[in-house]
């Protein structure tokens, strides 16, 4: 199988204006030999404002250098696209979003996103809210950080955390895969004003519109999220 690896830098942290896209094919097979990176592209898009500028050092006037070149790189990366099977995000909720906006008449891009940071499980030692960042999960691998925050070099630190796992991807992959389908379970917390820390312990939220404690698993980690809980849970959503 095939996954496109990619990440993306936008103008806002809370909007999908990309101005930097990065992505590599990467091919994941039972034999090692035949596993690893294939085809990989990186390219500025022109952009006239960047109020993240501060974070991911990528200068309006800098983008605009790309004009001539970047349509050609969104091109391939169209064809790597619709040469795999599944597309890899390390924040596949928000980089998918993103990247509807680059390709929004690729009709027939693979529609299963699938999320590095919470779909698979890598063994890193993660809190009870599940986030983590790709830098702290590359040192935990042993894999040396020298810059983040564009988009290539951060592609390039995923693919290495894959191939650490070059053994066991196969599986991996597949088991994310079933992860990333399976549907998100939206519960309540049983517990009194009192109790209210085992809740947050555990992760769960306070839905100050609700007036309730809430936390999203997905459906296939239910029973096993269920029994190391020290309270009651209701389902409230199923989606």
Known sequence: MKL?????ETTDAENYQACEIGATLYQVSENIDETGAIASISTLIPVTKNSVQQIN????????????????SIDLLAIMAFSSNYMIAFN????????????PDCIGLPSTWVCAMKDFDWGYPTKPNGNYKLTDLALWMGIGVSTVHRAGDDVRLLVECFNRRKEI?????????????????EL????????RSLAKNAGFSWDDKRRVW????KQCKLDEFQKILEFDVEVINIG
Do not use: C, G, R, W
């Open 4 to 8: 496109l690896i990619l990440d993306t």
């Open 92 to 103: 596949a909720e928000f980089d998918s979003q993103v990247v509807k906006e680059i390709l």
């Open 188 to 195: 309540k917390a049983v517990v009194s004003y009192e109790n």
């Open 214 to 217: 809430v936390k999203k698993v």
């Open 57 to 72: 050092q990528i200068t309006p006037h800098l983008t605009q250098a790309a004009n001539n070149i970047y349509k050609q």
């Open 169 to 185: 991807l196969p599986t991996m992959v597949e088991a994310a895969v079933v992860f990333a389908k399976s549907p998100v379970v």
